[in-house]
């Protein structure tokens, strides 16, 4: 008996010393005491799950676009300000009829030494476009002339809309007037790749090392799939005084409550959004603690309707269904993460006004007007004809949360019978994409901070994600003629009035538009959240 | 002896084939497919995709090839994280899964026998009370409830180990302790009982009377007889740490043991832009096929 547990506690023992070796035994604890004066430029946050792809034509993910948006750098960068700013290019020109773009490059290199060429974007962007290297954000690129063309093999790469005519000049073609392609350009599908590189090693992103090179403020030094990701500072950067943090440690760790504990023990400098999420239990804690920070970003919860199927083919049973909803209290009760209660399809990042929307929140009375037109119009004597309204979600305690209430305020207000349905994700949005549902709840967030990015889904009866099957030709027609205005005023203008039509018409019911919710060090400072909710660390520190 | 070797080793293959074979046809069945998003992929690149993880062949095809690569150690490439394939997940976390396992299953047999045995030759005194109390909640106690309790405990308030994460031998202590709570509880359970009914025996009274020592006798002669009975519980134990480690794995975030096993392998990533989190959802089952 004894030998066998001396066997086993050797055994363990030489384990021990094994993983104790791999893991380098790092201690962070280091200098605590040195004072004030000068606080340790780390920042240590958890990133939640491993990285789709460190690609950035394959990325296609928010954590991955976390992780590029700090190591590498386009052809603009949003600023702090949260509109683009040049970046990669020192310059630019635009043709007369906004389909030509000429940007100048800065001398700028890469972290290896390597100068950053024209050729280096043209290389990545045709690179994510050719169809045997399966990128799934591919279509970011559709706006460069050919570029869908390419994609889908019916033209050569050849003929798409990017040349790199010297070294430092690029010239890009667009399909067609594109007002918000310099938001685009700082988009990761549109970040340059080192061409030398990656013509040499294929698999060059697969892992950091010596061929993981990069262009932006921090590079990747290290990669332990699903464990951690280290960054440090670039010292290759063009902007490179702007760049205070010297490190970045990303952890992947899937439990949010865990990232919590390890943010009050100090061990983490934020916990949350954009990086990750707070539990939604803790929420309402950390704001009585007063170390809560909300900020909106560009997203919307909200129930879409199938225009085809009775008594949802009726504009004002829609609207009676819409009006007779609490926002405010599913906001206050349910997801309690200082969410903004929504009567308008653009988040107010982007139309400031639409913090108020098209009409008020729980407007019962109008709503039973609207009911009883409804009714007389399709025929229904009262309301117990009306066929029972299915909601449908997919599989989630706060989704389900949400429909209840949602049923209640329905029966409670208009006296409306519904029934709830639940589905797996893959089941519930395939049975929306083919317009098998009555109502059905959705989330949609932006790419980049254009109205449009909220609009265009509906433009097309069947394109790929409008799933209420609604379609109105003044919508269109404002949505084609959006994208040849090339005053921003009146574009803008152009797509108020498209909105305007949309919440007239209602094919959806918007709930609430989306927050970030986080806690972070008190002393840190200049982290940059995008109206996307997109972050950046260039311009970070402790102070 | 041979002869039952090679049966139990043809048995497992048959059983390994017959799991193979309904997880294979279970995802078949599931709805939707890999790429499966709320941003529609444009038809042309989903076909692409099809085409490079053979998801646009028969389905006979496709479940011959699987078996020939699951024969031949190849799992394929992930769905969930590009430009890595299923051995590389495994490679990455089996390691970490071995040697938690091992320090789980050392502590649960080291302390249930000590516990045990205390408890057995003291027995109805406040030893036995208490060490048996100790190994009801144990027993009762899911490893994950046990795991964030030991992370309140023994990371948050006492500060003593890091509360997640993994890197040095520190690391390992708590996740190890969450996991062999469960076991170790049976084993001292077991051992008491069997050590009652062995100190019970005619020949222990004779070893008595011969005038030995309470620790010869209890070593020497009734130990060694109750852990006969003790050893079963290998078994048992140790596939206790596989469903203990899925939990684990969300509450320390021990980056890399069993779950990208069974997520990449039998429920092919649901992943897109917002679909991520729904992933998860997915995968309990399909572990627990394979668990």
Redesign the interface.
């Known amino acids: ?1 004894k030998k066998r ?1 001396a066997l ?2 050797t ?2 023992l030489a ?2 010393m094994v ?2 070796a791999c ?5 962070s604890a280091g200098d605590k005491g040195s004072g004030k004066e000068k606080p340790k430029q780390e920042f240590r946050v958890n990133i939640k ?5 460190l ?1 950035p034509g ?1 990325a ?3 954590t991955s676009g976390t992780v590029l948006r700090n190591t590498f750098e386009g052809l603009t960068r949003i600023g702090m300000d949260g509109k683009p700013e040049l970046a990669m290019a020192e310059d630019y020109e635009v043709s007369e009829d906004g389909t030509v773009y000429t940007f100048k490059l800065r001398d700028a290199k890469w972290s290896n030494g390597d100068p950053v060429t024209a050729h280096d974007f043209e290389y990545a962007w045709k690179w994510a476009l050719d ?2 290297n ?3 954000y ?2 970011q690129l559709y706006y460069l002339k050919n570029g ?1 063309a390419a ?3 019916k033209a050569s790469l050849d003929s798409v809309g990017v040349k790199a005519q010297d070294d430092k000049t690029l010239v890009v073609t667009l399909e067609q007037p594109t007002p918000y392609f310099l938001e685009l350009t700082a988009f990761y599908t549109y970040l340059p790749i080192n061409s030398k590189i990656a013509q040499k090693n294929p ?1 060059w ?2 892992n950091a090392g010596e061929d993981y090179v990069s262009n932006g403020p921090f590079k990747m030094v290290t990669w ?5 990701i280290e960054l440090v500072k670039n010292d290759q950067y063009w902007d490179k005084d702007n760049v205070k943090l010297e490190k970045i440690t990303m ?5 949010v ?2 990232e919590l ?2 943010f ?2 100090g ?1 983490l400098d934020w916990a949350g959004a954009p990086f990750s999420a707070l539990p939604t239990d803790s929420i309402e804690q950390l704001e009585k603690e007063g170390i809560l920070n909300i900020k909106p970003i560009a997203g919307v919860y909200w129930y879409k309707f199938n225009t085809e199927v009775k008594p949802l083919n009726n504009v004002k049973i829609r609207k009676a269904l819409a009006y007779a909803i609490d926002r405010e209290a599913i906001v206050k009760n349910i997801t309690k993460a200082g969410q903004i209660p929504a009567m308008a399809a653009v988040p107010p990042s982007m139309f400031p006004e639409n913090e108020k929307g098209y009409f008020k929140d729980n407007d019962v009375e109008t709503a039973k007007k609207l009911l009883e037109e409804g009714l007389k119009e399709l025929g229904y004597k009262d309301v117990s004809e009306l066929p029972v309204i299915k909601i449908a979600y ?3 305690e706060a989704h389900q949360k949400i429909a209840q209430a949602i049923q209640d305020m329905w029966k409670k207000n208009l006296g409306i019978k519904t029934e709830l349905e639940n589905e ?4 519930y ?2 049975k929306l ?1 083919r317009g098998d549902y009555m109502v059905g709840r ?4 932006g790419d980049f901070n254009d109205p449009i990015n909220f609009l265009e889904l509906f433009r097309d009866k069947n394109g ?2 409008n799933d209420t099957r609604w379609e109105n030709p003044q919508f269109k027609q404002l949505l084609i003629q959006s994208q040849k205005e090339r005053d921003p005023e009146k574009r803008l203008e152009l797509l108020k009035q498209a909105e305007k039509i949309f919440m007239d018409e209602m094919p959806v019911a918007p709930i609430y538009f989306y927050t970030n919710a986080w806690v972070q060090k008190d002393n840190l400072k200049d982290v940059a959240i995008s109206g996307l909710g997109d972050v950046q660390l260039k311009w970070a520190y402790f102070e | 002896m041979l002869k039952y070797i090679l049966r139990r080793l043809a048995s497992i293959l048959l059983t390994l084939f017959v799991i193979v074979t309904i997880t294979f046809f279970l995802m078949r069945i599931a709805p939707g497919n890999p790429f499966t998003s709320e941003k529609r992929l444009p038809p042309e690149i989903e076909a692409n995709l099809n085409a490079h993880y053979g998801l646009d062949q028969p389905w006979y095809k496709q479940y011959a090839q699987y078996l020939v690569k699951v024969a031949t150690w190849d799992f394929g490439p992930s769905f969930k994280y590009k430009g890595q394939t299923v051995n590389d997940l495994i490679a990455d976390g089996f390691p970490v899964s071995l040697y938690l396992g091992l320090e789980a299953l050392f502590i649960a047999v080291f302390f249930g026998i000590l516990l045990g045995v205390f408890a057995a030759v003291r027995q109805n005194s406040w030893i036995d009370y208490s060490s048996m109390s100790l190994a009801v909640i144990g027993i009762s106690v899911p490893s994950f409830i046990m795991a964030a309790v030991l992370q309140y405990i023994f990371a948050i308030k006492l500060q003593w180990f890091p509360i997640a994460t993994w890197g040095s031998f520190k690391h390992t202590i708590l996740p190890a302790l969450a996991l062999a709570m469960m076991p170790l509880a049976y084993i001292a359970r077991l051992t008491r009982s069997t050590m009652l009914e062995v100190l019970n025996n005619d020949y222990i009274k004779t070893a008595k009377s011969k005038g030995f020592s309470e620790r010869v006798i209890v070593y020497r002669h009734a130990l060694r007889n109750s852990l006969s009975s003790g050893h079963l519980l290998f078994g048992p134990a140790d596939r206790q740490h596989h469903y203990g480690k899925l939990c684990h794995r969300k509450n320390f975030r021990h980056p890399r043991s069993w779950r990208p096993l069974c997520a990449e392998h039998y429920q092919p990533g649901l992943y897109g832009h917002h679909g991520r989190d729904h992933f998860l959802q997915h995968h309990p089952l399909a572990c627990r096929i394979v668990g």
Not at chain 1, 224 to 228: G, V, Y
Not at chain 1, 442 to 445: D, E, K, S, T, V
């Open positions: 008996m547990f086993l506690l055994l363990l384990l021990g993983l104790s893991g380098g035994g790092k201690n799950t491993e990285p789709f792809s690609h394959l296609n993910d928010t169809p045997k399966e990128s799934q591919a279509y869908e994609n889908t093999g698999d992103y697969k332990e799939h699903r464990n951690k952890h992947m760790i899937e439990d409550n865990t504990s390890m009050k023990k061990e997919n599989t989630d797996e994700w893959a089941v949005i395939e994409h959705m989330g949609w967030l790929g994600n």
